[in-house]
């Protein structure tokens, strides 16, 4: 084996699946791996039997906080106040063990800023990932101007108005970043620490391609000098990242072979977003109502105040034959099956790759974070999929899942699909942007 690689993902589903293929990538091209990571979320290492894992234990700091989104990003700063001292131990353990490999390097996700500003005290050179577009770097990167300009926090008013400002259009107020409750100061604050860690890098990885987001990592670079890899649709250069939280449900692939191509809805709002008791039953009723084949993901907790997925009566039956609900899809494969024929996401950034590479167009119901801007250029940009705008509602769900997979505009829509499908898998060939940019990181890397 070559040189050893470090890297430590964030431990939520959305950050630790593409560090984990970042991993297999990196080992497939010779480095050998060590993995570090958390009590919270834990990896299941007996799943990857050729790396080394080494556990972070971070205690308490992560029960100290709930499962409402804003919690997300408190638990993100009380890790990177509280766990120097453990990834000090941790990291300098693994650099002085003489039975390794020599060390490349550290690739952190972006989120770990103070464990950043640690490797650089020990030398360590770094690599940041970013799991989310190079879009969502430059609206991180803005976020503190903009509350500076008094843009954020955004007016109700405002929220359909362009941004007019630090070349953020296409997005419009509405669709700026924000996380639940999480105060603009603490946001604010969050993503200086990491645009100023970020500085002090080698570069940054990130998980898209240069047909829809090169202008971006422009922009960024402008702003900041550091290199910039795009080497994404990360999961299409090894196989998925195998390190689900939730076990699967794989009997979905089998009734999807018995529904029509094209013909079935798949529904999921990832590892993280919530909804109400009443949306969730607005949601029922809008799929039943639209007759057409669905998968529903209802993960456990995700209806908020429901321990149990307390159905509305008369929905079993209408939906008979043609819905299935579970906890936990194999996604992939989900997306991949030629009978799934739209995608109402929440638009995280891993579910929006997932389904241009299947050239699955998408109705978007974005809730927080990045989502909102991912789906802003899933409307409006590459025109792609269709939103579903302010309060859910029945008639309006079934509105939409009938105009994307049944009317002419949805026909228009996937063959712009198709189309973008078509320049993903270009990316990935051997000729491709994101195949040369993964030569050059891996030559880059071996340079330290
Ligand atoms: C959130 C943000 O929305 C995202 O943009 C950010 O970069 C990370 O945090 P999450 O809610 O987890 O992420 O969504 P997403 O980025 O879409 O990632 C979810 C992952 O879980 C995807 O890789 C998806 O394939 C997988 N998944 C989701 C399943 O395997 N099964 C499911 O049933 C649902």
Request: with cysteine; proline share 5%; aromatic share 8%.
């Amino acid at each position: 084996m070559g040189k050893r690689v470090l890297l430590f993902p964030l431990p939520y589903q959305g950050h630790i699946n593409p560090m984990l293929e970042l991993a297999a990538l990196l080992h497939s091209r010779g480095f050998s791996i060590t993995i570090f990571h958390a009590t919270f979320n834990p990896i299941d290492s007996t799943k990857y039997p050729s790396y080394r894992f080494i556990l972070v234990e971070d205690g308490e700091i992560a029960n100290r906080f709930t499962s409402a989104v804003e919690d997300t990003v408190h638990r993100i700063i009380a890790w990177n106040n509280s766990c120097e001292q453990l990834f000090y131990d941790c990291l300098t353990s693994v650099l002085s063990d003489k039975n390794e490999e020599p060390n490349a390097c550290l690739i952190l996700d972006m989120h770990w800023y103070n464990l950043q500003y640690l490797a650089n005290r020990l030398g360590v050179p770094t690599l940041v990932l970013r799991t989310g577009s190079a879009a969502t770097l430059n609206w991180c990167r803005t976020y503190a101007q903009l509350v500076q300009k008094g843009i954020i926090p955004v007016q109700e008013s405002q929220s359909s108005m362009l941004v007019t400002e630090l070349a953020l259009a296409p997005l419009r107020m509405g669709d700026l970043l924000r996380v639940g409750n999480c105060s603009h100061e603490v946001l604010s604050d969050l993503y200086t620490h990491e645009m100023d860690a970020i500085r002090t890098s080698s570069g940054v990885i990130v998980n898209t391609f240069d047909a829809i987001d090169s202008t971006e990592v422009e922009k960024f670079q402008k702003a900041i000098p550091v290199p910039v890899f795009c080497i994404g649709p990360l999961h299409k250069f090894t196989p998925p990242a195998r390190s689900s939280l939730l076990i699967p449900d794989c009997s979905c692939l089998e009734w999807l072979d018995t529904q029509v191509v094209g013909s079935v809805l798949y529904v999921s709002f990832g590892s993280l977003a919530c909804m109400n008791y009443e949306e969730f039953i607005e949601t029922a009723w809008g799929l039943a109502k639209s007759e057409q084949p669905f998968i529903w993901v209802v993960r456990p907790g995700s209806i908020l105040g429901k321990d149990a997925v307390d159905l509305p009566d008369g929905f079993i039956e209408a939906t008979s034959g043609h819905g299935k609900i579970i906890s936990w899809a194999p996604q992939h494969e989900v997306l991949a099956h030629a009978a799934v024929g739209a995608f109402w996401t929440h638009n995280g950034w891993n579910s929006t790759l997932e389904a241009i590479c299947e050239g699955v167009p998408m109705i978007c119901k974005p809730q927080f974070s990045d989502q909102m801007g991912n789906a802003r250029y899933v409307t409006h940009v590459w025109k792609v999929g269709i939103k579903l705008e302010g309060k859910l509602e029945r008639g309006m769900i079934e509105k939409a899942i009938k105009r994307l997979m049944t009317e002419d505009e949805g026909a228009e829509i996937r063959q712009r699909m198709r189309t973008l499908k078509h320049e993903a898998s270009l990316c990935i060939k051997s000729d491709g942007s994101s195949s040369v940019n993964i030569d050059k990181l891996v030559n880059f890397i071996s340079s330290f």
